[in-house]
């Protein structure tokens, strides 16, 4: 699961990300946004671990929180205090943002991952990172972006260079998230190519 936040407002309705993330940024309140976005994860972890649900849940984390290197503790003390596992939660970056400041935001990642959190690296594709960053990068899973995935169906060269990306993963030890599936016949395709799901 991912945790998206949303934000109802009282005269405009319901607000996506864009209009409001950029903002929470430049005024400083991106921290407490993640705080209290991963506070929901964490609620709902414990409400779905009592009727015996274990699933993992996603949240994201912004260009910025990839500088701050007293991130990692600050979450880990949240999830502590709510007693639970921080396996059942991964910090998702986009690739952009992990490439912005690529020293810091292994510093910062790596940190995440020695507390227990899982890290995913979001949109794989859409940007221009390179390879040899790709395994530099202490990543629990690669979410293929939509951008990789929209043509499998109709163009063999998308599915060569996304079968030959998985593969790659899967060398590195690295499961695979697909996103854009929406047709039975990119799911068969994309579920036939290794360590996907």
């Known amino acids: 699961c ?15 990300p864009g209009t409001f993330i950029q903002r929470a940024e430049k005024w400083g309140l991106i921290a407490e946004l993640t705080e209290w976005v991963l506070d929901e994860a964490i609620r ?6 009592a009727i015996g649900v274990h699933c993992q849940i996603s949240f994201n984390l912004s260009p910025i929180q990839l500088t701050d290197l007293s991130l990692p503790d600050r979450l ?8 639970v596992d921080p396996g059942l939660l991964t910090a998702e970056v ?8 690529i020293a ?13 959190f899982g890290v995913s690296l979001d949109d794989f594709g859409t940007g221009y ?3 040899a960053e790709l395994y530099r990068l202490p990543l629990s899973e690669i979410k293929f972006g939509r951008v990789l995935i929209v043509d ?3 163009d063999r060269d998308a599915r060569v260079v996304v079968r030959a990306l998985a593969a790659l993963a899967q060398t590195l030890g690295i499961p695979v998230c697909a996103e854009g599936v929406e047709t039975k016949e990119v799911r068969r395709r994309r579920c ?6």
Do not use: F, N, Y
């Open 152 to 154: 499998t169906d109709v």
């Open 104 to 116: 810091k935001a292994t510093d910062v990642l790596t940190r995440l991952r020695l507390k227990g």
């Open 76 to 83: 880990a003390d949240q999830v502590t205090a709510a007693g």
């Open 129 to 131: 990172s390179s390879l």
């Open 44 to 49: 709902q972890s414990i409400e779905w671990s």
């Open 192 to 197: 036939a190519a290794p360590s996907s799901r």
């Open 2 to 16: 991912e945790s998206l936040v949303r934000w109802q407002h009282p005269d405009k309705g319901l607000l996506m």
């Open 94 to 101: 986009t690739e952009q943002a992990a490439m912005a400041d």
